[in-house]
């Protein structure tokens, strides 16, 4: 069975834009590497165990099943068909990209909007206000030297980069071309749709808490070791946090369910409007 971590990590990747979208406003020959078919989930502290204490056995206020009388599967199924008719969440990571860590920390919606940080070692921090009129982002000097050198810019090219655009807001119109792979990796469902799909072997584990809410783990096994999701035992059953144990480390939190995401512009008058320099950031400085 393939990892639904693994999966997820994978889409919240491609939704970084290290080396896809972003870097287009650099002119140079050739293609960005696409981040989301080379990420895999890399390593994050696993939920903390709470005892034995269990979830009430009594039906919820629908007339459904309590969660301690379902199967593993059962419960998978259940928490992934509420975690994915939630209309906003917000999701954090951390995933390898070319061996080195990176870190998403992401708030996204079904209308695909999005706000948010994504850092890559070596790479620096880039953040994003995606609305939908407008794409906001902000890269540190590293994050503009790093999208420089993968688009093989001059040394004169970066420089001039850095300078003008290190630490300060740019934006674009959602509809531009530029824009298109921001647009199209801000949509919450392209992060959800995996979840929840468990294996029949889905067994129920103990009992913990995720970030202090009171969960349930259930175990399943997957293709590079153990996938562990801790759902939710009071409230709807979302999906708090997926793990992988095993060849392959790491985990993906999901909070703040049916929570607007915040897209006002950034409160800064010397936002770069990309639309009206006529080309690529290289070439208008």
Known sequence: MRS???TTASALAAAALIGGGLTACVPADGRASDVGSRAR??????????????????PDAKGERALADLSGAEILTRAGEATR???????????????KPMKIDLSLDKDGNCNGAIRLDGMGRMDIIKSSELVHFRGDADYWRGAAKQKHASQKQTDQMVAVLAGRWVKLPATDPRAAPMTSSCALGKLTDDLGKGSPLARKGETGTVDGKPALAVTSPARQGTQTDWVATQGTPYILKSSISGDT??????SAFDVP???ASPKDSDVLDLSKTGGAVGESV
Do not use: L
């Open 249 to 254: 480390t790491g985990a993906v939190t999901f």
């Open 85 to 99: 008719k939630a209309r906003s969440m917000h999701v954090t990571a951390t995933v390898e990209y070319e061996a």
């Open 4 to 6: 639904r971590t693994k």
């Open 261 to 263: 995401v915040d897209t």
């Open 41 to 58: 989930a890399d390593r994050s502290p696993a939920a903390s165990a709470s005892g034995p204490a269990s979830p009430s056995a009594a």
